[in-house]
């Protein structure tokens, strides 16, 4: 476990996990402002040219590692990183109250658990009967975590989603479309591709940007809008050029397994910044999801993976 925790591949990743803590407060409150649309295409038009501008830093001078990445990146990686920033952003900004917020928060943050069992199939790794309770009790503790201090229970949870289906359906395709893209950014980028984020993050904010031409929406820039836009710009391509780097070079199980810990960080700052209240059941939340992301890591671990063949470039 300590040379998991030293590597600075796998550190990158916790590193994403602390940035992406601010998401969804910050995401919320930036739609409530301008609307999903503006929002997300200013915050990726921010984030990809702070993306390019580190991206030319480092490569000044010498070949452009880009020009390699393989059409499976490009198209199926690509789609995937593009659907997922869409459909979090429509799901955060068509939740009807700021207490729904957690319930759709809840539902996005199935993706470490998605990203753990799509590795089983994707990346030909193995795991032992002990995955299963682990997943339970890291779930069990992200919807404790996630609707603490609202009594929320499974019913009222399924009498929401009848209420809102867009946001909920919305949010369950964003889980499922980041753990689809964590596995096969493994699989068909590898650890030597360079310049995936840059293209990814810069390609959202322009089909944000033709989507928002073509419904316009209505909004306020007001000095809170920009910074908070610009923060969150900056984040999105930080933690994204650090989870990338994670999973094409890190410890993808250790990671995703970290990252169940990113809906206790996120509910906190939610609470804080959307003045949100917080309740009791959130520090249970926090001892389930330690359980289970240990038993997660430890269920599917290095010593059981079978190695994928060499691809081959396209």
């Given at each position: 476990m300590s040379k998991v925790l030293l590597d600075r591949n796998t550190a990158a990743g916790l590193g994403a996990i602390l940035i992406w803590s601010t998401s969804i407060a910050l995401v919320r409150s930036?739609?409530?402002?301008?609307?999903?649309?503006?929002?997300?295409?200013?915050?990726?038009?921010?984030?990809?040219?702070?993306?390019?501008a580190q991206y030319f830093f480092r490569f000044r001078g010498g070949a452009l590692p880009?020009?390699?990445?393989?059409?499976?990146?490009?198209?199926?990686?690509?789609?995937l990183f593009v659907f997922y920033m869409l459909a979090l952003y429509l799901a955060v900004g068509l939740a009807?109250?700021?207490?729904?917020?957690?319930?759709?928060?809840?539902?996005?943050?199935l993706w470490p658990a998605l990203t753990i069992v799509f590795s089983l199939f994707l990346l030909h790794k193995k795991a032992n009967l002990g995955l299963l309770p682990a997943t339970i009790l890291a779930l069990a503790g992200v919807f404790l975590v996630l609707t603490q201090g609202q009594r929320i229970s499974i019913s009222s949870l399924f009498a929401n989603v009848s209420g809102n289906p867009p946001a909920y359906t919305l949010a369950l395709a964003a889980a499922i479309s980041w753990g689809l893209y964590s596995n096969l950014t493994r699989r068909w980028?590898?650890?030597?591709?360079?310049?995936?984020?840059e293209l990814l993050v810069s390609a959202t904010g322009a089909v944000f940007l033709i989507l928002r031409l073509l419904h316009p929406e209505g909004g306020s820039w007001t000095l809170r809008a920009v910074l908070e836009v610009t923060f969150m710009g900056m984040a999105t391509a930080l933690g994204y050029l650090l989870w990338d780097l994670a999973m094409r070079k890190g410890d993808v199980v250790f990671v995703a397994a970290c990252s169940y810990f990113t809906p206790l960080l996120s509910t906190l700052l939610i609470s804080l910044y959307l003045q949100v209240a917080a309740g009791v059941s959130l520090w249970l939340g926090c001892v389930l999801i330690v359980a289970g992301s240990l038993l997660s890591w430890l269920s599917v671990s290095d010593r059981n993976i079978t190695p994928l063949a060499k691809p081959k470039r396209i």
């Amino acid at each position: 476990m300590s040379k998991v925790l030293l590597d600075r591949n796998t550190a990158a990743g916790l590193g994403a996990i602390l940035i992406w803590s601010t998401s969804i407060a910050l995401v919320r409150s930036i739609t409530e402002q301008l609307g999903p649309l503006t929002g997300a295409a200013a915050v990726h038009l921010v984030g990809g040219a702070f993306c390019w501008a580190q991206y030319f830093f480092r490569f000044r001078g010498g070949a452009l590692p880009f020009l390699h990445l393989r059409r499976k990146f490009l198209l199926g990686c690509g789609s995937l990183f593009v659907f997922y920033m869409l459909a979090l952003y429509l799901a955060v900004g068509l939740a009807r109250s700021r207490s729904q917020v957690l319930e759709i928060g809840l539902i996005n943050y199935l993706w470490p658990a998605l990203t753990i069992v799509f590795s089983l199939f994707l990346l030909h790794k193995k795991a032992n009967l002990g995955l299963l309770p682990a997943t339970i009790l890291a779930l069990a503790g992200v919807f404790l975590v996630l609707t603490q201090g609202q009594r929320i229970s499974i019913s009222s949870l399924f009498a929401n989603v009848s209420g809102n289906p867009p946001a909920y359906t919305l949010a369950l395709a964003a889980a499922i479309s980041w753990g689809l893209y964590s596995n096969l950014t493994r699989r068909w980028a590898g650890p030597r591709m360079e310049g995936g984020v840059e293209l990814l993050v810069s390609a959202t904010g322009a089909v944000f940007l033709i989507l928002r031409l073509l419904h316009p929406e209505g909004g306020s820039w007001t000095l809170r809008a920009v910074l908070e836009v610009t923060f969150m710009g900056m984040a999105t391509a930080l933690g994204y050029l650090l989870w990338d780097l994670a999973m094409r070079k890190g410890d993808v199980v250790f990671v995703a397994a970290c990252s169940y810990f990113t809906p206790l960080l996120s509910t906190l700052l939610i609470s804080l910044y959307l003045q949100v209240a917080a309740g009791v059941s959130l520090w249970l939340g926090c001892v389930l999801i330690v359980a289970g992301s240990l038993l997660s890591w430890l269920s599917v671990s290095d010593r059981n993976i079978t190695p994928l063949a060499k691809p081959k470039r396209i």
